[in-house]
């Protein structure tokens, strides 16, 4: 069973910086896609960033590009989101979420580039979230 658990939340002047982690477990950490979501207050879950272990590729929404990056420790089973420039309208609740295995349910780009379309679903296993809040 794919088990997730993020951490790293908390809270930071704007302009700061925060790097969330993704610790994995219940599969092998290869034919993976690996996503980074959030959400606000009132709003609809949006789609940030994911990486592909199979692929060896990475995606990202154009409000965070050029601010986050998103890398993996296959060594340790985790995925991190490194945010940079942190601004009060990154303030959400940050989950990470699985598809395992991505070659399964993805073919041709892979998952990733659907991390945009959350509501799609196919990213099926999904941490608790942790928060992260942004004082202006």
């Known amino acids: 069973e794919v088990h997730l658990v993020e951490s790293g939340g908390g809270l930071v002047q704007a302009g700061g910086s925060l790097r969330l982690s993704c610790a994995a477990s219940g599969f092998t950490f290869d034919d993976y896609a690996i996503g980074w979501f959030r959400q606000a207050p009132g709003k609809e879950r949006e789609g940030v960033s994911c990486?592909?272990?199979?692929?060896?590729?990475?995606h990202y929404a154009n409000s965070v590009k050029g601010r986050f990056t998103i890398s993996s420790d296959n060594a340790k089973n985790t995925v991190y989101l490194q945010m940079e420039n942190l601004r009060p309208e990154d303030t959400a609740v940050y989950f990470c979420?699985?598809?395992?295995?991505?070659?399964?349910?993805?073919?041709?780009?892979?998952?990733?580039?659907?991390?945009?379309?959350?509501?799609?679903?196919?990213?099926?296993?999904w941490g608790q979230g942790t928060q992260v809040t942004v004082a202006s």
């Open positions: 990486i592909s272990g199979r692929h060896g590729s990475d």
């Open positions: 979420a699985a598809v395992y295995p991505e070659g399964y349910y993805c073919t041709g780009y892979g998952c990733c580039p659907l991390v945009l379309r959350p509501q799609l679903g196919i990213f099926n296993s």
